[in-house]
């Protein structure tokens, strides 16, 4: 049947629009967990979430709006969070665009809609279908994702030992795929299956056709879908991997869209070659490299003290370096063919490693490596670090000479993320009397082992002079880690009011802290409170809102001084 009017491009969007408000509409799935797993020596306890419930929570808000105010925590990170997935998905799908199993198919797909149509503007309806098509295969598979293990369960991920460890592992297998190793593919027999229904006419046939190619062309985009998947599941957003499959699909079917637009552009392309196996082979040590923070990231929250900063970063240095040998041709895997010279494109791209390289080096002895910092493990964690600069290695003797000499509590657990030179507290009430005894406010910093911004933070604005003396000298520190995978004493058990779950762990302590008080599950999260804990006020009479991370100095500045000044009115 021919398509002679826009009806059914309408119509086949006003489907895709019904399906994802129906996915929208679809009540969250719980999932039962069990509390600890052991393998050999190493345990996995999981954290109970904040949010499990939507009516335990209404329930417990309810309940703790007759004991104490709730301070209405700031939401604008959420959007950048969903923002950020899907533009990582829209790189990861021009970056899909160039493997070896798409480009090539490029300018056949094109010409196939030309001739097939008759018409150039039948043409453009039937490659704007395979385009949608495509949207819709990779979103629907995001969306499963979301329904299959519901946002609490993606919410846990992050800090999750097993799961982390199965990211880890996966990445380092769809990274030895790129390197040319083996080849990650889907049963044939459902490609076939696929084909023979492409041979159908309209829309139905449009479809098959376009998943055929998702079948076809998993080999090269498996590992990136994967990793985009990984990474957006591990923001704990429900929305998460659909809005990823959103972007990486709309940048796959844009070019197949937008060439069937203009057919002459086609002529524009580079020729098929060598290169785009060269890209496939630089994914593949990105992949090795990106796989290295999961394992970062179990270390941390479950105190193995393996893998330090300067570990991480030897690695890093050693792909690196193995990255940039092969973009100039000291390095050959299997599938590549010979390079007689150097383009410019892959002279600049060598450039820009080598530089990288060169740039992380000095940080095993100590430098900051701002650009990166959020990325790295904590550089408490570095064995041999010259740097004296504050935000360091936390063994420094410098600390607020006012401190209180009492033993601080779970410090030891601690170690690998304290800041030089800045004496944290890490139990509320040991807090507390030390307000009392230094009159000082309190600047609760809710943080976590695995908390990407938290390091940044820490990085970036503690290290700011003015900002770093306040925390010093002004305030009584108290940071509480969310994520803490060390188990509470049992007589510290206790049934959470909020989310009715039992709580077990030292980190699902602080975050149910963090959620039944102040309304918030996210990190960085800080909060001014006075020497009884109460939040400070302002010279309104306003309470001082808490502060999500913020990477202006002078506002955060202001933060801190409003809650300096909100604590001497009061004295």
């Excluded at 345990?43 to 703790?64: E, L, M, N, V, Y």
């Excluded at 370096?321 to 973009?327: D, I, Q, V």
């Excluded at 001014?528 to 999500?548: A, V």
């Amino acid at each position: 049947m021919k398509l002679t009017s826009s009806r059914f491009i309408l119509r086949y969007l006003l489907i895709a629009c019904i399906a994802l408000c129906g996915f929208l509409a679809i009540p969250k799935i719980a999932h039962a967990q069990k509390d600890t797993t052991s393998t050999a020596d190493v345990q996995f306890t999981s954290i109970p979430t904040a949010a499990d419930s939507i009516a335990i929570r209404k329930k417990a808000q309810a309940a703790q709006a007759k004991k104490a105010p709730v301070v209405k925590a700031v939401t604008k990170d959420k959007p950048k969070s969903l923002w950020a997935i899907f533009l990582t998905g829209l790189i990861g799908g021009f970056t899909a665009v160039l493997m070896p199993c798409i480009y090539p198919l490029l300018p056949l797909t094109v010409s196939f809609f030309t001739k097939k149509a008759g018409s150039r503007a039948s043409g453009i309806m039937h490659s704007l279908i395979y385009g949608l098509s495509i949207i819709v295969i990779y979103v629907a598979l995001g969306m499963l994702i979301s329904i299959v293990f519901g946002s609490d369960a993606l919410n846990e991920l992050a800090t999750n030992g097993i799961f982390n460890i199965f990211f880890f592992l996966l990445l380092v297998v769809f990274g030895i795929s790129f390197l040319g190793a083996f080849e990650i593919t889907l049963p044939s027999s459902l490609g076939n299956k696929l084909d023979a229904n492409a041979d159908k006419g309209g829309v139905a046939g449009l479809f098959f056709m376009a998943a055929t190619l998702v079948v076809v062309s998993f080999s090269c985009t498996g590992p990136i879908i994967g990793t985009l998947l990984v990474d957006a599941a591990s923001k704990g957003d429900r929305l998460g991997p659909a809005i990823g499959m959103l972007g990486f699909s709309t940048a796959l079917a844009l070019p197949f869209t937008a060439f069937a637009l203009f057919p002459s552009a086609l002529k524009t392309l580079p020729k098929s070659g060598g290169w785009l196996n060269s890209i496939k082979v630089v994914l593949g040590f990105l992949e090795l490299a990106f796989a290295l923070k999961f394992l970062s990231n179990v270390d941390l929250a479950y105190h193995w003290n393996w893998f330090d900063r300067e570990i991480f970063l030897s690695l890093w240095i050693a792909i690196g370096l193995l990255m940039g040998l092969y973009l100039i041709g000291k390095i050959k895997f299997s599938h590549d063919s010979d390079l007689p010279y150097l383009s410019v494109p892959r002279t600049f791209f060598a450039i820009i490693v080598f530089a990288f390289v060169i740039y992380m080096v000095p940080g095993l002895w100590g430098a900051p490596l701002k650009s990166i910092s959020a990325f790295l493990p904590p550089i408490a964690t570095q064995d041999f670090d010259l740097s004296q600069i504050p935000g360091g290695n936390g063994n420094s003797a410098a600390t607020n000479g006012n401190a209180s000499t009492t033993v601080h509590k779970y410090a030891e657990n601690y170690t690998r993320i304290k800041t030089r030179g800045l004496d944290a507290w890490y139990d509320y009430e040991q807090a507390l009397q030390a307000s009392k005894e230094e009159h000082k406010p309190i600047f609760i910093d809710f943080t976590g082992f695995n908390c990407v911004n938290c390091r940044k933070m820490e990085a970036n604005v503690w290290t700011d002079p003015r900002v770093f003396k306040h925390l010093q000298d002004d305030y009584v520190m108290l940071q509480l880690v969310v994520d803490d995978k060390a188990s509470l004493p049992a007589s510290e058990n206790f049934v959470s009011t909020y989310s009715g779950k039992t709580i077990t762990t030292l980190g699902g302590k602080w975050s149910d802290l963090e959620a039944s008080r102040f309304n918030s599950n996210s990190q960085p999260f800080y909060v001014l409170l006075d020497s009884d804990g109460n939040i400070l006020k302002d010279k309104t009479g306003q309470d001082i809102p808490p502060s999500p991370a913020d990477y202006d100095v002078e506002s955060y500045l202001k933060f801190l001084e409003s809650g300096i000044a909100a604590y001497k009115a009061k004295q």
